[in-house]
């Protein structure tokens, strides 16, 4: 029977229980979780595994709600239609028929300390093999295209002999003594399978309609010890850690766009001390009113652990990890009941933090998955050392490595007033569309007069054409903000009725070559050539950008290094905006070059002092190479406002600031 009651204002909790009693006679499943340092929460009742989100039995046969505790494996975002391997992990669903809640310090002192013997086998690919892997997919697939980081783990393992319960919760005191920063420490066990960690991470919440991500991204390496105020210095000025952690709000700002009809508001960043590292994080909220597996699966998963664009990144993994990942990157998935307003449904709250920094055991064989953030400057041998630092606080629990010991910041290093000066002026280069409540219009930039009024009439309908990288959510979300009816549809599914009844066609980015012979690509030149040989009005943006470039004869060649993800002034009509660039390619002019001719006319021109081309400008048409969406595009609101005014050839004062 559930301890949940629809006639009730709140969930029923068992409280005041004596934590000796209750650990003794734990028998799987079942589940302990400590959220942010709290009290530790006892989840029992029965499994059940599902194919699809849609099947997590969140109601009853009654129709009474019920909380489900879920672990959701990677596999999971086949049902987006991306690759993953399927190695078979199950959707396992935990209903809970009871809760307890133990005091934090008793449940400390009654679980068991003997260590539990595990034989290491060290990690499954070496660190020179996983260098190399380093090196192949900077080459590869950044270096050609594919996107602007990618994820790749791989996995410490080992033997277990001991009783998989007695280890689960051994290894549960463990980290709940052990490690600092942790959003949930748990362990979750079932029938023949163990999850035990300290993530530090939430994936996804929606607590009463609010939904919350907290990206997080850059690690400074300093073991035991905290870290000096002088290491926390030259971390924040790291461009390359830097650059990683916008770039993965650059992503989840994405799926926070396709959730929430106000977007996503960007705080902080935040310094998030653990045991052996520190990260810098963001926090991203919105507001939905969707039903929480449908929040769960437009976000799966997160770019911090996979990379972004997602679609590609999940190919990418798949090419070069070689093998399933189980539950790691997937999540755990709290649903738990919310009664509403009286004579309401009751929804679900859910909490789902990601499953990283956690250790799997399955038939006596132990696995430790870790990865790193491979981006344009990668160091093969940092990137390495980094999956090292992130699989020893969870080996340092089960007593592989020595002992972390819970440590305080070394004179106040992470609240030091230099510190915090340091982490808040990386906010100083970002667009404060995201950073501000988007429910009213944003400020407008320097690059045109602010307007002040919004079309009259049938709004103009805009239809957005996703190459595969889902920026056109963002892109679609700021078109909405500007007084326009926005749409996105994906390219393989628009059709010519859709372009010919749009009164703008925004062709949106993409990964990949430009100059590949690709369905997609192959769809992209029809959208773009339709809409210029019509003269009617079109916006293309950075894969799209260099199309139509290829279209109007330019060259479009690879750049001499990436520009994944980031930020450059472009100088449009003699003003300069900071834009946040994400590409391999550029379509290039001579250099000092203003105009053209062409077949469709004249075309003005704004490129780098290299000839490579930013923007392009015509007859009902304009195309950018910079994401004018992106956090990173500080003025890019006011450059989208521009050249979509240009594309409409409407006046200013149209178009919202």
Not at 168 to 184: H, P
Not at 193 to 214: F, I, K, L, N, W
Not at 273 to 296: C, I
Not at 317 to 346: D, N, Q
Request: with cysteine.
């Amino acid at each position: 029977m559930s301890t949940y009651d629809v006639t009730a204002d709140a969930p029923v909790l068992l409280l005041g229980h004596d934590a000796a009693s209750v650990l003794a006679t734990l028998r799987p499943p079942f589940a302990l979780l400590a959220r942010e340092s709290g009290d530790v929460e006892v989840l029992t009742g029965d499994v059940v595994d599902v194919d699809v989100l849609d099947e997590v039995p969140l109601h009853d046969e009654a129709g009474r709600a019920q909380e489900v505790l879920a672990l959701v494996p990677f596999r999971q975002v086949r049902e987006l239609g991306f690759d993953a391997i399927d190695d078979g992990a199950p959707l396992r669903c935990l209903v809970v028929d009871e809760r307890r809640v133990l005091v934090r310090a008793e449940a400390l002192a009654a679980l068991p300390a003997e260590p539990v013997d595990v034989v290491d086998e060290g990690f499954d690919i070496d660190d020179d093999e996983y260098a190399q892997t380093v090196r192949r997919v900077v080459a590869d697939e950044i270096g050609r295209g594919s996107g602007s980081s990618f994820v790749v783990r791989r996995d410490r393992r080992g033997r277990v002999d001991a009783d998989a319960v007695t280890a689960a919760l051994t290894w549960f005191r463990s980290l709940l003594a052990t490690e600092t920063g942790a959003y949930w420490t748990f362990a979750i066990v079932t029938e023949g399978h163990v999850a035990v960690g300290a993530t530090p991470e939430v994936h996804v919440s929606v607590r009463d309609g609010e939904v919350t991500m907290t990206p997080i991204s850059g690690t400074l390496r300093h073991g035991a010890e905290p870290p000096t105020r002088e290491e926390l210095l030259e971390f924040l000025a790291s461009t390359k850690e830097t650059e990683e952690l916008f770039m993965v709000v650059d992503e989840e700002l994405k799926m926070m766009s396709a959730v929430c009809p106000d977007g996503g508001r960007v705080s902080g960043p935040f310094l998030r001390p653990m045991t052996r590292l520190t990260h810098t994080e963001y926090a991203l909220t919105g507001r939905t009113h969707l039903d929480p597996r449908d929040v769960l699966r437009a976000t799966m998963f997160a770019p911090t652990v996979t990379g972004s664009p997602m679609r590609s990144a999940c190919t990418v993994l798949t090419r070069h990890e070689g093998r399933g990942r189980g539950y790691y990157s997937g999540v755990a998935a709290l649903f738990t009941p919310r009664p509403g307003a009286k004579g309401a449904a009751i929804s679900h709250d859910l909490d789902a933090p990601i499953l990283i920094r956690t250790a799997y055991l399955a038939g006596g064989r132990l696995t430790v998955p870790a990865a790193a953030t491979i981006v344009r400057h990668s160091d093969p041998a940092l990137e390495t050392a980094e999956t090292t630092a992130k699989a020893s606080g969870v080996l340092g629990a089960l007593g592989v490595v020595p002992r972390p010991v819970r440590g305080t910041s070394r004179d106040g290093a992470h609240t030091d007033p230099g510190v915090l000066t340091a982490l808040a002026a990386r906010n100083a280069r970002l667009a404060s569309f995201w950073l501000e409540d988007q429910g009213t219009p944003a400020t407008a930039g320097p690059v045109d007069a602010p307007a002040t009024t919004v079309p009259v009439g049938r709004p103009t309908h805009a239809v957005v054409v996703d190459a595969e990288d889902a920026f056109t959510t963002m892109l679609a979300h700021q078109l909405r903000h500007l007084g326009l009816e926005a749409v996105v549809v994906p390219w393989d599914a628009v059709t010519d009725d859709d372009l010919d009844t749009a009164d703008l066609v925004v062709a949106g980015p993409g990964p990949g070559d430009p100059r590949d012979g690709s369905p997609r690509l192959a769809r992209l030149h029809d959208v773009v050539g339709r809409r210029l040989a019509q003269r009617r009005p079109l916006l293309a943006v950075c894969l799209s950008h260099q199309v139509v470039a290829h279209r109007l004869g330019l060259p479009v060649e690879p750049l001499p290094a990436p520009r994944q993800g980031t930020p450059l002034e472009i100088d449009l009509d003699g003003q300069r905006a900071l834009v946040g660039f994400y590409n391999t390619f550029a379509a290039y002019v001579a250099p000092g070059t203003e105009a053209l001719t062409t077949d469709v006319g004249e075309v003005r021109v704004a490129a780098g002092a290299a000839g490579e081309v930013h923007v392009l400008r015509g007859e009902a048409f304009a195309s950018v190479q910079g994401h004018l969406e992106s956090v990173l595009s500080r003025d890019g609101l006011a450059v989208l406002r521009t050249l979509v005014r240009h594309a409409l050839a409407v006046p200013p004062g149209v178009l919202a600031a």
